[in-house]
């Protein structure tokens, strides 16, 4: 049974929920929503009365808790209620051995079967060479899903729109599934699409979705198809325009 999100039009692109023991990246420029999804897929396991571990490296927790309760995610009652553990980590005090140290025996002793890590960026701020952070994660999600846990990596990447856009680390050929997050302008707006890039799992849709952030969550959308050039981040109308 594929893990679920929640947000039945996201199951969908995934072709139907994102499989346990299978690693997942999310991608996007600054503020596109990767923590907010990983977050949903997070309450999403609380919410089944399954355990889950969240390891953030960028923000202050408090911040976190304060930004996203707004946004219909009381993380701290879940933390209260056991099911959920998060760890604030700063990169300049752990090496990348004692972090994925660290995740193994968090995720272990909770039982954790949705894991966070949030973001990659973090973690490679605290790696001396690149090349060793690659290593460090293939070792550590391969323990992760061996221990049948899904877990989620973000990664933010440069640049806004089109092509010039680019992640400082590439990790996506690591990842069992690539959701890429995106902005797009249109109609004198900054919006967002979601799509899937890869799922090595199984099958899954090859649309483009628009979502929106909004006080109570995200919220996705039916395949956008009036628009050519969604990806590129300067789309034109090709048919009707649709409102989400
Ligand atoms: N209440 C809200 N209403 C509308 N939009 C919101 C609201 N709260 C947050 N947002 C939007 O959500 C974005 C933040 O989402 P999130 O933290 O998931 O992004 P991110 O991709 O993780 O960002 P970063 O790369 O900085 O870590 C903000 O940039 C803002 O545009
Ligand atoms: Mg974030």
Redesign the pocket.
């Known amino acids: 049974m594929p893990l679920t999100s929640g947000i039945s039009e996201v199951d969908t692109l995934l072709g139907g929920g994102i499989h346990t023991g299978s690693s997942t990246l ?1 991608l ?12 949903q897929y997070v309450c999403a396991a609380v919410a089944r009365g399954e355990r889950a571990a969240m390891f953030i490296f ?2 202050e927790l408090g911040l976190l808790l304060d ?1 996203t309760r ?2 219909g995610f009381d993380l701290e009652a879940k933390r209260g209620s056991g099911q959920l553990v998060i760890e604030q980590i700063d990169a300049a005090e752990l090496s990348p051995g004692e972090f994925a140290h660290k995740v193994r025996s968090v995720v272990d002793d909770l039982q954790a079967k949705t894991v966070v890590i ?2 990659l ?1 973090g973690y490679q701020a605290a790696m001396p060479e690149g090349g060793a952070l690659i290593l460090h994660i293939h070792e550590l999600l391969q323990y992760l899903n061996r221990q049948g846990a899904a877990t989620f990596v ?1 990664v ?1 990447q440069h640049g806004l729109l089109g092509d010039n856009i680019r992640a400082p680390v590439d990790v996506t050929y690591l990842a069992d599934t690539v959701i890429l ?1 995106r902005y797009f302008e249109a109609m004198g707006q900054m919006r967002r699409a979601i799509s899937v890039m890869k799922k090595r799992t199984g099958p899954h849709e090859d649309t483009i979705r628009e979502y ?5 969550g995200l919220r996705v959308g039916e395949p956008l198809r009036e628009f050519q050039g969604v990806l590129r981040g300067i789309p034109t109308l090709v048919g009707e325009k649709t409102a989400l």
Do not use: H, Y
């Open positions: 999310i996007g420029p600054a503020g596109t929503g990767k923590s907010l999804f990983s977050i960028d923000e930004r707004v946004m949030d973001s960026n973000t933010a997050l929106s952030i909004r006080n109570g």
